[in-house]
């Protein structure tokens, strides 16, 4: 599985961006999906999750302003951000969750794409 994010910039406080992770290769083997974000100096941390049943986990920090979703094929996943906070500004990475009869569980991260947001 190769993941590829995309979809950030820099924008105002109170803003909206919508970042995009596709997946390719074995999508098949995808259990879950999730969003990380690593703002400078600070540990990486999870924003929000999505399985291929279609359930949902945010972070408290961005619950009622951050949307996850994807295509039921795990080939496309989706993070809308609305009413974005100079916190938020950090770079954003799409992890995959895998499982095959070879190789067990793995994990498989993105490139980030950075997310500014101007005060």
């Known amino acids: 599985v190769q993941l590829q994010a995309s979809g950030g910039g820099l924008v105002q406080a109170g803003g909206s961006l919508r970042l995009s992770c596709a997946a390719s290769?074995?999508?098949?083997?995808?259990?879950?999906m999730q969003w990380y974000r690593q703002a400078p100096g600070k540990q990486r941390g999870l924003v929000a999750q999505i399985t291929t049943t279609g359930s949902t986990n945010y972070a408290d920090s961005v619950k009622g302003r951050f949307t996850i979703s994807g295509d039921n094929v795990m080939n496309m996943m989706y993070l809308e951000m609305h009413s974005l906070k100079p916190e938020d500004k950090a770079v954003y990475y799409c992890?995959?969750?895998?499982?095959?009869?070879?190789?067990?569980?793995?994990?498989?991260w993105g490139r980030g794409t950075q997310v500014t947001v101007s005060s």
């Open positions: 992890l995959a969750h895998t499982y095959t009869t070879r190789l067990g569980q793995q994990q498989v």
């Open positions: 290769g074995s999508i098949g083997s995808i259990n879950s």
